[in-house]
């Protein structure tokens, strides 16, 4: 089975950066479809990105685009997000997610990943 695991959240202040790392083993999620979500206290998981493996497109919510940006190592298995301009209301835990059966697409809804990572927590204060 694979697994995701995620890496680079921490304190930061508002206005700075962060890269947040994703790391696949297991299986070759280099030819799958990957995700970015993030969960505040109390409320459902929510997209924040998403990329294709084919063609290579990615889609971002509203309250991000500008500010974030997905890619992927295909080389290492891996896809990040980096994070500018960083607010205070994007405190939460973030997620990355994979799909095998839609490599092509990019995809937004929670429910069509079939594998998640345990989440890593992004802290900005004013």
């Known amino acids: 089975q694979g697994q995701l695991v995620e890496s680079g959240g921490r304190l930061v202040q508002a206005g700075g950066s962060l890269r947040l790392s994703c790391t696949g083993s297991g299986r070759k999620f280099a030819s799958f479809a990957m995700g970015w979500f993030r969960q505040f206290p109390g409320k459902e998981r929510e997209f924040v990105a998403a990329?294709?493996?084919?063609?290579?497109?990615?889609y971002y919510a509203d309250s991000v685009k500008g500010r974030f940006s997905i890619s992927r190592d295909n080389a290492k298995n891996a896809v990040y997000l980096q994070m500018n301009s960083l607010k205070p209301e994007d405190t939460a835990v973030y997620y990355c997610?994979?799909?095998?059966?839609?490599?092509?697409?990019?995809?937004?809804?929670?429910?069509?990943?079939?594998?998640w990572g345990q989440g890593t927590q992004v802290t900005v204060s004013s």
């Open positions: 990329n294709s493996w084919v063609h290579d497109r990615s």
């Open positions: 997610a994979a799909n095998y059966e839609a490599p092509g697409s990019v995809i937004t809804a929670l429910h069509e990943y079939e594998y």
